[in-house]
């Protein structure tokens, strides 16, 4: 159903707000689930009723002590806009004490649910934050990749995807320095001269090593709090 006028679209807004809050917190601050639109609208719906009704009661019990005056809900009901309209300011206070504390529920609950994770979620893949936030600047991720049949590249990192479905997942490698060593041969086969890139899919990767390397050949390790330069590494990658 679409609402026709303003105010029902206002009413829907205030309606399924909770349940947006909530949602909101908990992918903020944990990793996003892979949901059909019918059940992530399920869940802003549920969630909405379920901190919509909490509220209420709220605001009920303080209404009954006394603290509070809200509208009276059976002469709202039977007499519908008439009635809105005469008591007008009492209505809209009403309904904006109910809003504002089920969105407060509802991100205090979000926030609850997730207390317990160590750190707030970035929304970045593992590839994304080794070849992307963990970078120097002015570096550039040199890789080192073992495939599960021991075949073995060097190279840069040119692009990566690791978002999609299995076996779409890939990582190009680029570069003069691009190299390549197959099972049982001795040393590394430079290939940079006759090859461009190379597009390796991610699920058959064994193992992954980077490290960060200048356009002047110094290497450093990843970012964090305590090297925000990255640490420097001796040895230079041959490249």
Not at 28 to 57: C, K, Y
Not at 153 to 158: L, S, T
Not at 160 to 189: C, F, S, W, Y
Not at 191 to 213: K, M, N, Q, S
Request: with cysteine; glycine share 8%.
């Amino acid at each position: 159903m679409i609402p026709e006028t303003l105010g029902a679209l206002l009413a829907l807004l205030f309606l399924i707000a909770p349940g947006l809050v909530y949602t909101s917190v908990l992918e903020l601050r944990r990793p996003p689930t892979r949901d059909s639109a019918f059940i992530e609208a399920s869940r802003v719906a549920l969630s909405s009723l379920a901190f919509g009704m909490a509220s209420a009661l709220v605001l009920g019990l303080l209404h009954v002590l006394g603290r509070i005056d809200l509208p009276d809900p059976g002469r709202w009901l039977s007499e519908g806009a008439r009635y809105t309209a005469e008591n007008f300011q009492q209505v809209v206070v009403a309904v904006f004490l109910q809003t504002a504390l089920s969105c407060a529920l509802a991100g205090a609950t979000g926030w609850m649910a997730t207390r317990r994770l160590r750190s707030r979620y970035r929304d970045d893949t593992v590839f994304g934050s080794v070849f992307r936030r963990y970078p120097p600047v002015d570096h550039y991720p040199w890789v080192h990749v073992r495939l599960d049949n021991d075949i073995e590249y060097w190279g840069f990192e040119r692009m990566h995807d690791d978002r999609d479905e299995a076996g779409t997942r890939m990582i190009v490698l680029q570069g003069k320095g691009l190299q390549r060593k197959l099972p049982g041969e001795n040393g590394r086969l430079r290939i940079g001269d006759t090859w461009d890139v190379v597009a390796i899919d991610a699920d058959r990767i064994r193992c992954l090593e980077v490290v960060y390397i200048s356009r002047d050949g110094k290497r450093r390790g990843a970012t964090s709090t305590d090297e925000p330069e990255g640490r420097p590494l001796s040895a230079p990658e041959p490249t």
